[in-house]
């Protein structure tokens, strides 16, 4: 009889602890437990003086962390499956970060962003990599700048254009094909077209040789 009347005690102990709430003060801050069978475990800090109340909420289902403050609030939820964090600004500052994914990623900003390195930087993918802007699109470098393909390499624009600043802009290939389906021009100070070999001059249509002084020269000069 003895041992069931001190178990009845304690259970009925525990009951009261599951609804009961124990508060501390401690000078600027008021701390609170809050045991519940519905709503778990609440823990609370509050800083009158500062107007911020901190949360930690256990129910069984999720663990959620909560800061509020008089304009902002802060709250980092914890499942089973995920982690949220929802904040004004967010800090993260370590010597290593490795980020990784089995399925998609996004990184998104509604306002503008930048992605920046003191040393080598490195963006690669094993499929199709695609560079798109609704405006316009800037490729630097204070050194050189090398774009290459092992297949096609296209480069395309309603205008186009290719110049070289201050020193000699070149076309190589091992065949080379200039063409423009309403008309083709080569301008400059002075202008050389030479062949190692054969050089045909050729149209379909009317074809002018002008110059102040017109020069052909030759071994074997073939007219008609």
Partial sequence: MHNESLRNEKSAHDERLHNESVVLIMSKLVCRVELDKDKGIILTVENKDGKITQTAVMNGESITITSKGEQDTSTITQKPDSIAIKCKTFTLETETITCKSTKDTLHQ??????????????????????????????????????????????????????????????????????????????????????????????????ATVKGAMTNIQGNLIKLG
Avoid: F, P, W, Y
């Fill in 109 to 206: 900003s509604e306002q503008k962003m930048t992605i920046q390195s003191t040393g080598d930087m490195t963006l690669k993918s094993s499929a199709k990599l695609t560079e798109e802007a609704t405006s316009d699109v800037k490729i630097s470098g204070s050194s050189k700048v090398t774009i290459a393909a092992t297949s096609n390499a296209e480069l395309s624009g309603s205008n186009t254009t290719v110049s070289a600043t201050s020193g000699k802009a070149e076309v190589k290939g091992l065949n080379l094909a200039l063409s423009g389906t309403v008309e083709a021009k080569m301008d400059g100070a002075s202008v050389k077209v030479a062949a190692k070999g054969m050089l045909n001059v050729e149209s379909q249509g009317i």
